[in-house]
């Protein structure tokens, strides 16, 4: 089944945690994966964080139900039920959500806090840390899409110091000077540059760097591989504004020359991760509790 948002997992928490018992996180956890039937897939899915999605939506319902006074945190790493949680389940609701725990004013004050409400057009199933990440992708990919849009705008010879730019920014051609001379110079059978795959330059890495309309077919990448060939290279990047062929995608897994295609959208993405094209407007640090400072005496 798909992964329950963190509203779905408090009534079930809850009853996990209904006989008493202080139950660790790692037990929790794995008892609530078995019991919403995720696969390994699933438990091990991560946010973009590094997080695992299952164990994120876990802890905020924990949070949720320990502002409502109905579990509580009794040493670090684990949690058992309040009194109030037990009378809560000799209730037997039928779902335990955010509208439910309203009814405990210590959640109401809480939730007053927060800044994620129905007025903000969020949705309610995501944890505050889920919104925070959908919203940074969402801005991420209308950034990648603009960024894509203006090189396909700019002169040809752009898109050249654009590549030279990126390889230098990701380590390779060693300094900006050399990749500079080296992109743009070959112009031997598909091969547009040369570029140092270390700052030595023990070996050489060949580019191609086109923009495109359509997709770039597979012929359009036997030559460049070709090409390599022809200089006894093994090593070669092919760089379109567009994208490729399933052809062309499959030809390079089956050749011995190592050839990355990268696309449109992949190039967009590189530049932004670094912050070729880009400017940094703001940051947010997201951090958690220290619990080793916390568990000293």
Same mark, same amino acid.
């Given at each position: ?241 567009? /994208?490729? %062929?399933?052809? @062309?995608?499959?030809? $390079?897994?089956? !050749? #011995? *020359? ?18 070729? /094209?880009? %400017?940094?407007? @703001?940051?947010?640090? $997201?951090?958690? !509790? #220290? *619990? ?6």
């Amino acid at each position: 089944m798909a992964i329950p948002d963190y509203q779905a997992i408090m009534l079930p928490l809850l009853k996990h945690l209904g006989d008493g018992q202080e139950r660790s996180n790692a037990d929790s956890l794995e008892a609530l994966a078995a019991q919403f039937g995720l696969t390994e897939e699933e438990r091990k899915e991560l946010l973009s964080s590094g997080q695992r999605t299952f164990a994120n939506r876990l802890a905020w319902a924990k949070t949720y139900l320990k502002q409502a006074g109905l579990i509580e945190a009794p040493r670090r790493g684990c949690h058992k039920i309040t009194e109030r949680g037990i009378k809560v389940l000799k209730q037997n609701p039928q779902t335990v959500n955010n509208d439910f725990l309203m009814q405990f004013s210590e959640f109401a004050a809480f939730m007053k806090r927060t800044t994620v409400t129905k007025e903000n057009d969020l949705d309610d199933d995501k944890t505050p840390q889920e919104h925070v990440e959908y919203g940074y992708q969402e801005i991420r990919r209308e950034l990648a899409d603009e960024v894509l849009k203006r090189i396909k705008e700019c002169h040809p010879n752009f898109f050249e110091r654009l590549v030279v730019d990126l390889v230098v920014a990701m380590g390779y051609g060693g300094s900006r000077r050399d990749a500079g001379k080296a992109i743009g110079t070959a112009g031997d059978g598909g091969i547009d540059g040369i570029i140092k795959e270390d700052k030595l330059g023990l070996e050489a890495i060949y580019i191609q760097a086109k923009r495109w309309d359509g997709n770039v077919s597979r012929p359009e990448v036997q030559k460049f591989a070709g090409a390599l060939a022809g200089q006894q290279a093994k090593k070669g990047i092919f760089i379109t504004t567009s /994208g490729f %062929t399933k052809e @062309a995608e499959e030809y $390079v897994q089956k !050749i #011995d *020359s190592r050839i990355v295609l990268i696309n449109g959208t992949q190039l967009a993405e590189l530049m932004i991760d670094h912050d070729i /094209g880009v %400017t940094r407007v @703001a940051s947010y640090d $997201v951090k958690r !509790i #220290d *619990s080793d400072y916390f568990g000293t005496d």
